[in-house]
């Protein structure tokens, strides 16, 4: 079946301006997950949607970030007034979401890499 | 809050040689443990995870990993290196949060 799947797969965009960035989850996931890979931070957590839950934003750097879920499956992560700091590649996950969630294999798409020039 | 330690940013292994790749965990109650897998250009594939049922588990590719309560160690092996084996791997752990915390990753190179 099909996997995660991220578009665009890559983005340059100029400092200031806004970028969105989509996640399409494994079909039947409720669990979804972003993820940012940058050189100076490693795999850092973002943000986590399950069900109809409220997300878990604990991991959102900074306001300018921002993330919905729509119709529980396809997810929008939204950077605003994009920095050069932003550079890094954007990782989206899914997972079945099962009530005993911490144990469920996440499946990641293959990201979206960011450039702010 | 939990943390995860991976020794060695970059580790070569000759084909054929022992791979250890070194991972410790911190956290008050052991966590759920899992390896992944990036090959360039691609998202992380799971190789394995420890969820309590067996402390020594075995995962894709050969690979397999002992959970250490008294170390703190969730250390990867593999006895055979292949080339295509090198890869960027990461250590993650999860726990009452479900996101993962990553290690900061171990670059694999297999010399021929």
């Known amino acids: 079946g099909a996997g995660v799947s991220q578009s665009p797969s890559n983005k340059v965009t100029e400092k200031g301006k806004d970028v969105e960035l989509r996640c399409d989850p494994i079909?039947?996931?409720?669990?979804l997950y972003w993820y940012r890979q940058s050189l100076g931070q490693g795999l850092e957590f973002l943000i986590y949607f399950q069900g109809n839950s409220a997300p878990d934003k604990s991991g959102l750097p900074s306001d300018r970030f921002s993330a919905e879920r729509t119709g529980g499956s396809v997810s929008t992560l939204t950077i605003q007034r994009t920095q050069q700091e932003d550079s890094a590649v954007y990782l989206c996950?899914?997972?079945?979401?099962?009530?005993?969630?911490?144990?469920?294999?996440?499946?990641f798409g293959p990201g979206t890499r960011l450039t702010v020039l | 809050a939990q943390s995860v330690t991976q020794l060695g940013s970059h580790v070569s292994v000759s084909e054929g040689a022992l791979v250890l790749l070194r991972c410790n965990y911190s956290?008050?109650?052991?966590?759920?443990l899992f390896w992944y897998v990036q090959y360039p250009n691609q998202g992380l594939q799971l190789l394995l995870k420890y969820t309590s049922a067996a402390t020594l588990v075995k995962g894709i590719n050969g690979f397999e990993a002992e959970f250490k309560k008294s170390e703190t160690s969730f250390h990867l092996t593999k006895p055979s290196a292949h080339m295509s084996d090198a890869a960027e791997y990461f250590c993650a752990a999860s726990g009452s949060a479900r996101q993962l915390t990553f290690g900061s990753g171990t670059q694999l190179t297999v010399l021929p």
């Open positions: 079909s039947g996931h409720t669990a």
């Open positions: 996950a899914s997972s079945l979401g099962t009530s005993g969630g911490a144990v469920d294999e996440q499946f």
């Open positions: 956290s008050s109650v052991p966590p759920y």
